[in-house]
Nanobody, 121 residues
């Protein structure tokens, strides 16, 4: 199982920003597509953004498009999720996942602890 460690969450006011980080434990993110998912209280986990392993393809859910940016720093072996113009509905636990292809991310069954994001005044 691929172990990933999420960090960077916290409490932020509406309109604020946060940057989440996703780092591997015991392997390299090279050759893996990475996705960010979130699960709000009482709701199912949903995909937020993903980035391919080699050609830089990016995808975003409609709810975050234009506000969130996913990127990867190969030198640091880390994937980031820059979140701007945060809304209360962005409140959730955020998780990252790795897979050999973008289409395989939805089949992720093992999750880390995630990082909690709370958007509130």
């Amino acid at each position: 199982q691929l172990q990933l460690v999420e960090s960077g969450g916290g409490l932020v006011q509406p309109g604020g920003s946060l940057r989440l980080s996703c780092a591997p434990s015991g392997f390299s993110l090279d050759y893996y597509a990475i996705g960010w998912f979130r699960q709000a209280p009482g709701k199912e986990r949903e995909g937020v953004a993903c980035i391919s392993s080699y050609d830089g393809k990016l995808y975003y859910s409609d709810s975050v498009k234009g506000r969130f940016t996913i990127s990867r720093d190969n030198a640091k072996d880390t994937v980031y999720l820059e979140m701007n113009s945060l809304k209360p509905e962005d409140t959730a636990i955020y998780y990252c996942a790795a897979a050999r292809g973008l289409a395989l991310l939805i089949f992720t069954t093992s999750w880390g602890q995630g990082t909690r994001v709370t958007v509130s005044s």
